[in-house]
């Protein structure tokens, strides 16, 4: 059975977290990764800027014939999704309900902290999707836009999981069970956070929540069989091909082919 791909976008390769949690989801459909490297972070631009950019990523990804459209970036979520949900004729889904409804079911205390970027935070998009999950959970949020950088050039260095360790302590809370990584990048350095933040603390990843919703709606209870052989995922970059192949490569465990995007 022959599909249309499932098109993901967002700034950088933190997108790449939530790309591996729908192939592990959905095994047998193929997707069409498109990234904007050259002008990540997107969490420090004003709307505006991050309107110009993200329609720049959609067009691309409908240029492949997409079924859908999975926003792999809380900044574009917070700042796109209604605007894109309501333009495009395919299907829509953002990262933030996802990541709410999951914190909300494993929060015991429900005090829950977000990180993430300084316009996700300035949105208080997750503070809104929190408490529509339910009244009774306190939010704290804390900007580390900082980790995006360091995401975009791993491996972490000494200095960097200290700046970690130091910045995350403004987070800690009495009562704090629940730490939400509220932008994609964040899941690609989890072992360093949950270290700053202590074994008592369960991090929630919104991306596999994402692609069971994701998964549900485009298949409902019908799964396909995994197809034998290689991936046949596109990959785009506005930044430079090699450095995505090479995180991608981290990440996925599977080498891929990235063209440049540009115009």
């Avoid at 990804?61 to 970036?73: E, K, N, P, S, T």
């Avoid at 300084?118 to 408490?131: K, S």
């Avoid at 596109?234 to 990440?251: F, K, S």
């Amino acid at each position: 059975m022959t599909q249309q791909p499932i098109g993901v976008i967002d700034s950088g390769v933190g997108g790449l977290s939530v790309l591996r949690a729908l192939q592990r989801r959905l095994p047998a459909r193929q997707f069409v990764y498109v990234c904007d490297q050259a002008h990540v972070p997107y969490g420090t631009k004003s709307k505006a800027v991050v309107r110009t950019l993200t329609w720049r990523l959609v067009r691309q990804a409908l240029a492949c014939d997409v079924q859908a459209l999975v926003i792999g970036c809380n900044t574009i979520t917070a700042l796109m999704l209604a605007e894109l949900t309501a333009a495009l004729p395919i299907p829509v889904f953002g990262i933030i309900e996802a990541g709410s409804q999951a914190a909300n079911q494993t929060s015991q205390t429900h005090t829950i902290g977000v990180i993430g970027t300084e316009r996700t935070i300035q949105e208080r998009a997750y503070v809104r999707a929190l408490h529509r999950e339910s009244p009774r959970n306190r939010v704290v949020q804390l900007a580390c836009q900082s980790f995006v950088s360091m995401v975009e050039n791993l491996p972490l260095t000494r200095a960097q999981v200290v700046q970690v360790d130091r910045q995350l302590a403004g987070l800690k809370t009495p009562g704090m069970d629940t730490v939400v990584l509220g932008c994609t990048h964040f899941p690609l350095m989890r072992a360093t956070i949950q270290a700053a933040l202590g074994p008592a603390v369960q991090l929630v990843d919104p991306a596999i929540t994402l692609a069971a919703q994701v998964a549900m709606t485009l298949e409902g209870a019908t799964r396909l069989a995994r197809q034998p052989g290689a991936r046949h995922d596109q990959y785009y970059t506005t930044g430079q091909p090699e450095r995505l192949a090479q995180v991608a490569m981290d990440w996925l465990a599977v080498p891929v082919e990235v063209r440049a995007l540009r115009g």
